[in-house]
């Protein structure tokens, strides 16, 4: 009775949309944005309610022809928080996607060979494996040790974890039982300051204190293939070319091209000439770089700074391609996704976020619930789901689509908005519909 007087109501003042009219309606993006917004806000003990507005604005954000720039982000916003208090742990304190907890600082997390499992590591000295698919199940130890875990990498075909020690040495630990009783746990006793593997070989790549690059195989042979005077935070190899990549303290981008040299170039002045060394160094600012990553075709590199901001590289033209800005502290850890049109990155400042690399308008995805710095970041292997940790210790999973945090509402509420819910929260100037209709 009460949904034939508000269609009554409608065609007697001429004021009510069809659903054909929710494509065409500028209205329904301010729609979408308040019910998002609202559902933000509404506690959380009003459970149902909370996710079904929630719901509701992502159906009519995918169905109509929102403002694209911005909606996207208050209907993820709302969903995962309305996500977060369905099936939510009271007892241990514990949401939906965290998935567990090192005992301290978590500092890396990454994937192997095998796309159902990852690796974290944590200043508690610990590696574990999780299981994707089985979120809840205990993690297996598969490194433990004494010294603070600084981070972790994984080599190129996912058989081999490197475990870089604070101000101490390094290890290898092999993932692969195949190999395993080939290659036993390799310690390197040699401080460094950070180091990387070798694409596509059994090799890696370390600065040593006092500056030195050094390239060591498995077998523990060494060359010194390039020199600096600066303190590097992190090391990426280009596969493609084998340049290698430094980003210091100092705020100077520097790079190594094969042929490398060894001998070591004052920063005023290699700023000259540059482009025509197999060494050169690029001045960005006194901001340090903090993380580096290359992006999968091999034309871009992302570089993260203590400045907050993220600069786009050109590798070919060695030249700024543009600066994205939004995050407020250090920028922690970095990713492109597979495909390359993505990128992630993590903050001091309590939040990951994914950044739309083909639309500089549109806002990225914030994702802002750990209770402390967020120091890593991974796409899983297919770019469907983020993995971060930080200084909260715990590890957190994110999906990058908001349909499926839709979906899981669906799947786990038994009820629809009343008439007098959708009256308020929606309006009755526009037809009733079930959310969940499947």
């Given at each position: 009775?009460?949904?034939?007087?508000?269609?009554?109501?409608?065609?007697?003042?001429?004021?009510c949309?069809?659903?054909?009219?929710?494509?065409?309606?500028?209205?329904?993006?301010?729609?979408?944005?308040?019910?998002?917004?609202?559902?933000?806000v509404?506690?959380?003990?009003?459970?149902?309610?909370?996710?079904?507005i929630?719901?509701?604005?992502?159906?009519?954000?995918?169905?109509?022809?929102?403002?694209?720039?911005?909606?996207?982000?208050?209907?993820?916003?709302?969903?995962?928080?309305?996500?977060?208090?369905?099936?939510?742990?009271?007892?241990?304190?514990?949401?939906?996607?965290?998935?567990?907890?090192?005992?301290?600082?978590?500092?890396?997390?990454?994937?192997?060979?095998?796309?159902?499992?990852?690796?974290?590591?944590?200043?508690?000295?610990?590696?574990?494996?999780?299981?994707?698919?089985?979120?809840?199940?205990?993690?297996?130890?598969?490194?433990?040790?004494?010294?603070?875990?600084?981070?972790?990498?994984?080599?190129?075909?996912?058989?081999?974890?490197?475990?870089?020690?604070?101000?101490?040495?390094?290890?290898?630990?092999?993932?692969?039982?195949?190999?395993?009783?080939?290659?036993?746990?390799?310690?390197?006793?040699?401080?460094?300051?950070?180091?990387?593997?070798?694409?596509?070989?059994?090799?890696?790549?370390?600065?040593?204190?006092?500056?030195?690059?050094?390239?060591?195989?498995?077998?523990?042979?060494?060359e010194?293939?390039?020199?600096?005077?600066?303190k590097?935070?992190?090391?990426?190899?280009?596969?493609?070319?084998?340049?290698?990549?430094?980003?210091?303290?100092?705020?100077?981008l520097?790079?190594?091209?094969?042929?490398?040299?060894?001998?070591?170039?004052?920063?005023?002045?290699?700023?000259?000439?540059?482009?025509?060394?197999?060494?050169?160094?690029?001045?960005?600012?006194?901001?340090?770089?903090?993380?580096?990553?290359?992006?999968?075709?091999?034309?871009?590199?992302?570089i993260?700074?203590?400045?907050?901001?993220?600069?786009?590289?050109?590798?070919?033209?060695?030249?700024?391609?543009?600066?994205?800005?939004?995050?407020?502290?250090?920028?922690?850890?970095?990713?492109?996704?597979?495909?390359?049109?993505?990128?992630?990155?993590?903050?001091?400042?309590?939040?990951?976020?994914?950044?739309?690399?083909?639309e500089?308008?549109?806002?990225?995805?914030?994702?802002?619930?750990?209770?402390?710095?967020?120091?890593?970041g991974?796409?899983?292997?297919?770019?469907?789901?983020?993995?971060?940790?930080?200084?909260?210790?715990?590890?957190?999973?994110?999906?990058?689509?908001?349909?499926?945090?839709?979906?899981?509402?669906?799947?786990?509420?038994?009820?629809?908005?009343?008439?007098?819910?959708?009256?308020?929260?929606?309006?009755?100037?526009?037809?009733?519909?079930?959310?969940?209709?499947?």
């Amino acid at each position: 009775m009460r949904f034939l007087l508000t269609t009554i109501l409608c065609v007697a003042t001429n004021f009510c949309f069809s659903q054909s009219d929710l494509k065409n309606d500028p209205k329904i993006t301010e729609l979408v944005m308040s019910m998002s917004q609202r559902s933000l806000v509404m506690p959380g003990y009003l459970t149902d309610l909370k996710a079904l507005i929630a719901r509701q604005a992502y159906e009519f954000w995918k169905n109509g022809e929102t403002e694209p720039y911005v909606s996207h982000l208050n209907v993820y916003q709302a969903l995962y928080e309305a996500n977060k208090y369905l099936g939510y742990d009271s007892a241990r304190n514990l949401a939906y996607n965290q998935v567990g907890f090192h005992s301290n600082t978590v500092t890396s997390v990454v994937f192997g060979a095998n796309p159902d499992y990852y690796y974290s590591s944590s200043s508690d000295g610990r590696i574990l494996k999780w299981n994707v698919k089985q979120p809840g199940s205990i993690p297996e130890v598969v490194y433990e040790s004494k010294k603070i875990i600084q981070s972790i990498e994984m080599s190129n075909d996912g058989k081999v974890l490197m475990a870089i020690f604070y101000q101490e040495g390094l290890a290898l630990i092999p993932t692969d039982q195949n190999i395993q009783e080939d290659i036993a746990v390799l310690e390197d006793p040699q401080p460094v300051q950070t180091a990387t593997f070798i694409p596509g070989e059994r090799k890696y790549l370390s600065v040593t204190k006092a500056g030195d690059l050094i390239l060591k195989g498995f077998d523990s042979k060494s060359e010194n293939v390039g020199k600096t005077a600066l303190k590097v935070n992190q090391l990426k190899v280009d596969e493609n070319n084998g340049t290698i990549y430094a980003g210091t303290d100092q705020g100077v981008l520097e790079a190594w091209e094969k042929p490398y040299e060894v001998k070591e170039s004052p920063i005023e002045d290699i700023m000259k000439n540059w482009r025509q060394q197999s060494y050169f160094g690029y001045e960005l600012g006194t901001f340090s770089i903090n993380c580096l990553d290359i992006s999968p075709d091999g034309n871009t590199l992302a570089i993260g700074r203590d400045r907050g901001d993220v600069i786009l590289w050109d590798i070919e033209n060695k030249e700024l391609i543009r600066i994205i800005y939004g995050h407020q502290s250090t920028v922690t850890d970095i990713q492109f996704n597979p495909k390359g049109n993505l990128l992630l990155t993590t903050s001091r400042d309590g939040t990951a976020r994914i950044w739309d690399l083909k639309e500089s308008r549109k806002l990225p995805i914030i994702m802002e619930d750990h209770q402390d710095w967020v120091l890593t970041g991974s796409f899983d292997p297919s770019g469907t789901q983020v993995i971060t940790g930080g200084g909260d210790e715990y590890i957190r999973t994110w999906p990058v689509d908001p349909a499926y945090f839709a979906f899981r509402i669906c799947a786990l509420l038994e009820r629809q908005l009343t008439q007098e819910e959708w009256d308020e929260f929606v309006g009755s100037d526009i037809p009733y519909e079930v959310a969940c209709s499947e």
